[in-house]
């Protein structure tokens, strides 16, 4: 049987975007600036909008010791999940000014990004952004990693 797999985004400028994902995307843009980034010099802002209507936010820390640091998404999330508030998410955005093309979260963030929407009663509203004038804009994790690693106890 042969299977396959679809995946939908949208590419967009910024002013199509409503306005609690621009405010969100603003957030990351803003957040970025306070990534600790000296080995990569390749800073990354992420920032949640949660359904009360507050934005968080995470950027990437980096170590000399380089595996010991962290995406900015997973500092996000994993602050989120550190104060119970993951079932609030409602949009995330992605921010990196380095990159031209908008950003993409690397394996480990969509994997932990896919177990943390599961917990989440919606799908949430993805927005990444990089140098270009425009937009990705993707409506829940599913789609950025097929066939998703999750834990099965039979
Ligand atoms: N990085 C992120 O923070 N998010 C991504 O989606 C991709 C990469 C960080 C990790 C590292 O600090 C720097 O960007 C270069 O890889």
Redesign the pocket.
């Known amino acids: 049987m042969r299977r396959s797999w679809c995946m939908e985004y949208e590419e967009l400028g910024w002013d199509e975007l409503s306005e609690r994902e621009r405010l969100t995307l603003r957030a990351a843009v803003e957040t970025a600036k306070q990534?600790y980034?000296p080995?990569?010099n390749?800073?990354?802002g992420?920032a949640a909008y949660l359904r009360k209507g507050d934005i968080w936010i995470g950027?990437?820390?980096?170590n000399a010791a380089y595996p010991s640091?962290?995406?900015?998404?997973r500092?996000l999330l994993f602050s989120l999940g550190a104060h119970n508030l993951v079932t609030e998410i409602e949009i995330v955005a992605?921010y990196?000014s380095a990159s031209l093309l908008p950003?993409?979260?690397?394996g480990a963030?969509r994997q932990v990004m896919y177990e943390y929407q599961q917990r989440s009663e919606n799908p949430w509203t993805l927005i990444f952004a990089g140098a270009a004038d425009f937009v990705y804009r993707m409506k829940g994790v599913e789609s950025l990693l097929p066939l998703a690693f999750v834990w099965r106890r039979s």
């Open positions: 990534a980034a080995y990569s390749f800073p990354v992420a950027n990437n820390q980096e640091g962290l995406c900015a998404e500092t992605v990196a950003i993409m979260p690397c963030c």
